[in-house]
């Protein structure tokens, strides 16, 4: 075999080495790769019975119920269009509260009822860390926060001062 066929298989067998490897991660990628759906989604039964999925909406107000003396919560979860009831045993977190978006991992049971075993809260666009929110907020020139928007100007305040004071 001359040098130059010998350089052709090695660049073609690296090629198809590549390619089986970029076709291997493809794969396991898609198949890793969770949505959520709202419950009208789940309402056409496009999905299998017992199939692990995310269920992603609101949290009806007035829905949610806890047991006394357990862990167990039930809660609806709704898109405005339908409404799915679910059950979870665990600490909710933090921004959960009724009208608010959230995203539960489980499957569906028979009954119609989801089971979660995991319940993430979402928050709003509009969210911002206690604190944090009016620090933000003075890097692309806003004001610092509402408050500031609204104080009167202060006569007595120079120019410089007035810098000084809001940075």
Do not use: C, W
Not at 19 to 48: D, I, M
Not at 79 to 101: N, S
């Amino acid at each position: 075999m001359t040098p130059r066929r010998r350089r052709l298989v090695l660049v073609l067998g690296i090629l198809a080495g590549v390619s089986v490897a970029g076709a291997l991660a493809l794969s396991a990628f898609r198949q890793n790769v969770t949505f959520y759906f709202v419950p009208s989604q789940v309402a056409q039964g496009t999905l299998r019975p017992g199939q692990q999925f995310r269920l992603g909406g609101l949290v009806e107000k007035g829905s949610v119920s806890r047991q006394p003396g357990s862990m167990e919560v039930h809660f609806t979860v709704t898109d405005y269009k339908r409404q799915i009831p679910v059950i979870y045993t665990g600490v909710l977190p933090d921004l959960f509260r009724e009208g608010a978006g959230v995203i539960a991992m489980g499957q569906m049971l028979p009954d119609g009822t989801f089971q979660a075993q995991e319940v993430l809260a979402k928050h709003d666009q509009y969210y911002r860390p206690p604190g944090i929110g009016p620090k933000l907020d003075t890097r692309q020139g806003a004001p610092r926060d509402a408050a500031l928007q609204q104080a009167p100007a202060t006569a007595s305040a120079g120019p410089s001062q007035a810098a000084a004071e809001h940075p």
